[in-house]
Nanobody, 114 residues
């Protein structure tokens, strides 16, 4: 059974940083495109960032220059480094493997508030 397990969420003040991790029990993890999505209360789930098997990255305009996605294929883990956090970044963050019709984690809450 495939599992994606997120960690690293929490409460942070505006301007602060968090690093999210997603450990994936995917065999052949390295061939999967991985991504992070988020869903704020009352809003639809939206793309935050993706990383291809080759390491190419893509970001939502709202997080460009502040967030960095990376992967460690030896550890079957994908990361999201989030800097200069804003209140509007508050959401549940979900790890995804293999695209929107692929695999999803349970989500981790990120709250940006003073």
């Amino acid at each position: 059974q495939v599992q994606l397990v997120e960690s690293g969420g929490g409460l942070v003040q505006p301007g602060g940083s968090l690093r999210l991790s997603c450990a994936a029990s995917l065999s052949r993890f390295s061939i999967y495109a991985m991504g992070w999505y988020r869903q704020a209360p009352g809003k639809q789930r939206e793309l935050v960032a993706t990383i291809s098997p080759g390491g190419d990255t893509n970001y939502a305009d709202s997080v460009k220059g502040r967030f960095t996605i990376s992967r460690d294929n030896a550890k079957n883990t994908v990361y999201l480094q989030m800097n200069i956090l804003k209140p509007e970044d508050t959401a549940v963050y979900y790890c995804n493997g293999g695209g929107v019709k692929g695999y999803w984690g349970q989500g981790t809450q990120v709250t940006v508030s003073s």
